[in-house]
């Protein structure tokens, strides 16, 4: 919680504060789906994560374990099945809890290559900005 305190504090609402739009590859949603997939009560981490701006928009790229397990680079190896079984049910979870159902695009990537995937993400950020310029919130 320290280390994202001080990311928010000098980083991130700075960039706010300035109109800027940030995009971040993880935040609160990865830290209360990787400590409840370890143990930690979901409702615990989502209050501690609830003093952290809440995300415009969260991307999923949801992936079967196994296929994932097959796509991280050996030297990268720090998960293991059973722990990605058990973040990506967490994740599931999570995105079924106000606010996040609200806030989320879940992107099935299994069997996609890396272009397809890039392609299916710049939809959804052009989506995204495209509701803003017209004056939306982006909540879809």
Known sequence: IADRSYDVENNIKPLLNENKIVIIDRYSPSTIAYGSASGISMDLLINLNSIFPLPDK?????????????????SERFHNLELLEKVRESY????????????????NVNDKSRDEVNRMVSEVINNVLAQEKMGFKADN
């Open 58 to 74: 969260i991307i999923y790229l949801d992936i079967d374990p196994k296929e994932a397990m097959e796509r991280i680079d050996n």
């Open 92 to 107: 599931k979870e999570l995105f079924k809890r106000p606010p996040f159902f609200k806030i989320t695009n879940i992107i």
